[in-house]
């Protein structure tokens, strides 16, 4: 009876002596893997405006069906996504639509701290989608 006690004591000091795992959030906080799965972001173009040429496809394979993209052209042919608007509420950050993307448009970000009390404010749209760019630079930033 008494040595299952010792053992248990011993993990106790074990551990009382060694660094810590917690962090003080929101004073500290953790770089998050390569891997992680953040909030979305447009890649941008030169002038500032989404890489997304309005294929569909992130709207295709989404398994959330989360996605909605309503396409147009510029006159010089170019398309791109009039309405772009993934349900923030739905999404399961499962990556797909990143991986799916032909002009690496759409891409998973590292932010995760978003807190809202309005569903409205988890439509991530358009412009939304670009502002996230700023928090997050990218691979294809790197290569230019
Ligand atoms: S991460 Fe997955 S669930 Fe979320 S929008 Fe992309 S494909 Fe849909
Ligand atoms: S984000 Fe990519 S996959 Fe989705 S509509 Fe735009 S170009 Fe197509």
């Known amino acids: 009876m008494i040595l299952p006690l010792l053992k248990g004591l011993a993990v106790t000091l074990k551990y009382f002596f060694s660094r810590p795992f917690a962090i003080q959030y929101p004073d500290e906080k953790i770089e998050m893997t390569d891997r992680w799965r953040g909030i979305h972001y447009f890649e941008r173009r030169e002038d500032g405006s989404t890489q997304c040429v309005a294929c569909g496809l992130c709207e295709a394979v989404c398994p959330s069906e989360c ?5 147009e052209e ?5 398309r791109f996504p009039r309405v772009y608007e993934i349900d923030g509420t739905r999404c399961i950050f499962c990556g797909y639509c990143e991986e799916v993307c032909p002009v690496n448009a759409i891409r998973m970000g590292k932010n995760y701290e978003y807190v809202k009390h309005e569903r409205s404010d988890f439509i991530f749209n358009n412009n939304f989608l670009i502002e996230q760019k700023k928090l997050n630079p990218s691979i294809l930033d790197d290569r230019e």
């Open 67 to 71: 996605i909605y993209v309503e396409a």
């Open 74 to 78: 510029y006159k010089t042919g170019r």
